[in-house]
């Protein structure tokens, strides 16, 4: 049973206000963080701000933290919910409070905090790590997979001050033995790469972006591609770190092409044919396993067209599906891509998050887990990886304490599966298919 919901703005890893809650049960109280984004897909649920406010530039959180305390936590409460068995029932109970289809009144944020702090609360209840708590919710099957992690470490698109269009360059030691094994790996290379961008642009090029990346002064994937397989290759794992590319393409679309010269005014339009050669031939020069939001969440065509030749990476849908079933299904209807990012606030509650995952993998989908560019200290994605068994996520560079808080949560669950005597293993070179292992 739920005693108390309280609720309170805290502040996120770019120093803007978010939605911190605790939840209260006989067990204790359980606290979640809602993190928000920066590149955001039109359709995600609604993150309510105080814009009309201009204190904190119109982004305080004073409306969605009333909205808990007052419109959510006393019918919540009065409802007698068990935290153990009712976190479908809780949820639901939320978005008819909320009554929209984009929980626009209450806010997504609001919802997803009681929601995430009601997870945990459940899993006190039922005295198993909030891992196994999801496992279960999800009904997905033993043993434990560990995950690829991906590591954002060279930052362009509204994640930095630089020129380059495309937000996300990412490495992932899929040759590692362990998730332990991948961070250590990531962790040298990340601090190699700083040298090698030291040494070609000057120190003050080391200055890292919102996810822990640096955002040296490159304009050009390939550059970015050739600093993260120099930096791959002195540390001695080539064939070991692959690369992802995030290009977030909505954020550069502009009346049906692509404008990679948006961050530095030079107008360098692409159209959606010339943007699938320029990934088809990074596809064939670099190491590239994954790629995410290579085209605009509404030009279906691209995505459509790319999909039928995209046979080397997994090709991910962030903006296309924002953690959606509608979206999900909308796109394995017509082929668009053939894995979905999860992001917990895009969609606003755990159990509408897990549906979406289900549902991708009814589709022989992957399943993506990812944090947000504007980040908590909250590592519920890390247990959420593992209960979900969805084979690889990212949550930036191995910098920043809101970054690297999941990657230590997730050698600690693996040490802690070792402990026990656990079945697991990791993803590896897998990680697309995780779920089916």
């Known amino acids: 049973m739920i005693r108390s919901i309280h609720a309170a703005q805290r502040l996120d890893s770019r120093g803007n206000p978010t939605v911190q809650v605790d939840v209260t049960t006989d067990k204790g109280t359980f606290r979640s963080l809602v993190p928000s984004g920066a590149s955001t897909g039109s359709r995600e649920a609604v993150e309510l701000r105080d814009t009309s406010n201009p204190a904190l530039g119109g982004k305080g959180v004073h409306t969605a933290v009333r909205n808990v305390e007052k419109a959510i936590a006393p019918h919540l409460i009065a409802q007698g919910f068990n935290v153990e068995t009712d976190l479908d029932k809780i949820d639901d109970f939320m978005k008819e409070l909320d009554g929209t289809k984009n929980k626009s009144k209450l806010g997504a944020n609001a919802i997803l905090g009681v929601s995430m702090a009601c997870a945990r609360a459940g899993a006190a209840s039922m005295g198993v790590p909030l891992y196994e708590y999801l496992r279960r919710q999800a009904n997905v099957k033993t043993p434990y997979i560990m995950p690829v992690p991906f590591f954002n470490v060279l930052n362009g698109g509204v994640h930095s001050g630089n020129a380059m269009a495309f937000q996300e360059f990412m490495i992932a030691p899929v040759g590692a033995e362990s998730v332990t094994d991948a961070i250590w790996m990531a962790a040298g290379v990340y601090h190699e790469l700083k040298k090698v961008i030291s040494t070609k642009f000057g120190t003050a090029a080391t200055g890292i972006g919102d996810e822990g990346g640096f955002a040296p002064p490159i304009v050009h994937p390939h550059e970015a591609l050739d600093l993260l397989t120099t930096a791959i290759a002195n540390c001695g794992y080539t064939g070991k770190v692959q690369l992802g590319i995030d290009p977030a393409a909505s954020e550069f679309f502009r009346d049906g092409n692509y404008d990679v010269g948006f961050k530095?005014?030079?107008?360098?339009?692409?159209?959606?044919?010339?943007?699938?050669?320029?990934?088809?031939?990074?596809?064939?020069?670099?190491?590239?396993?994954?790629?995410?939001?290579?085209f605009a969440e509404d030009d279906w065509q691209s995505w459509i067209d790319f999909n039928k030749e995209c046979n080397i990476a997994e090709l991910v849908g962030d903006d296309l599906l924002v953690t959606n079933v509608e979206r999900v299904q909308e796109a394995h209807e017509k082929k668009a891509c053939d894995a979905m990012l999860l992001k917990v606030n895009q969609i606003g509650t755990v159990t509408e998050a897990i549906a979406a995952a289900k549902l991708a993998y009814k589709f022989d989908w992957g399943v993506f887990v990812s944090h947000r560019s504007g980040e908590t200290t909250d590592d519920f994605i890390a247990?959420?990886?593992?209960?979900?068994?969805?084979?690889?996520?990212?949550?930036?560079?191995?910098?920043?304490?809101?970054?690297?808080?999941?990657?230590?949560?997730?050698m600690d669950i693996e040490a802690e599966l070792k402990a026990k005597g656990e079945g697991f293993s990791f993803a590896g070179s897998r990680f697309r298919k995780a779920q089916k292992l």
């Open 264 to 294: 530095d005014k030079t107008s360098n339009v692409k159209t959606p044919q010339q943007m699938r050669e320029l990934y088809q031939s990074l596809l064939s020069k670099y190491p590239i396993v994954l790629l995410e939001d290579p």
């Open 383 to 410: 247990d959420l990886v593992v209960g979900l068994r969805t084979g690889h996520l990212k949550s930036g560079a191995p910098c920043r304490g809101e970054r690297v808080v999941k990657y230590n949560r997730l």
